[in-house]
């Protein structure tokens, strides 16, 4: 389309609401983020990345939660936690101490093609998930 002067039509300010609205709700949820940030330090947030955990989690919410002693870890038989297994690599399951140092991970969505992993050895970190969620929508 061209406009009166010749030069291309912008388009109406209705078209451009909803992006505006969405790099509101965007900025606004980035910044619940830092403000958790900075309120709990000792906390780490992460991002779903997989669909293992559904109805609990989706792609894209965000999970945080405090890092666990081991000691603390037959209190949470059961519930959804993020495990770093290795160096930099997250995974949210459900968690079940087994015999003596092995660990095992559950999804919920194994018809995804989500296993469950079994540790044989201490994971980097165990987090709990429960302390805060966030939508990224």
């Known amino acids: 389309m061209q406009s009166v002067l010749g030069g291309p039509e912008t388009p109406p300010l209705e078209d451009k609401k909803d992006e505006f609205f969405d790099l509101t709700s ?14 709990h330090p000792e906390m780490l947030i992460t991002l779903i990345r997989d669909d293992s955990m559904p109805p609990f989690f989706k792609v894209g ?31 949210i399951r459900q968690f ?5 140092n092995k660990i095992l ?9 989500h ?14 998930i429960l302390s805060w969620r966030g939508k990224n929508n």
Do not use: H, M, T
């Open 96 to 100: 079940f101490v087994r015999e003596e």
């Open 61 to 91: 919410d965000y999970v945080g939660g405090p890092i666990l002693e081991k000691s603390a870890y037959g209190r949470e038989q059961g519930n959804i936690c993020i495990v770093e297994i290795e160096q930099g690599e997250i995974v």
């Open 26 to 39: 965007q900025f606004l949820f980035f910044k619940e983020i830092e403000s958790f940030k900075k309120g």
């Open 115 to 128: 296993n469950f992993i079994l540790l044989e050895k201490e994971p980097a970190r165990r987090i709990e």
């Open 105 to 113: 991970l559950l999804p919920k969505n194994s018809e995804a093609g």
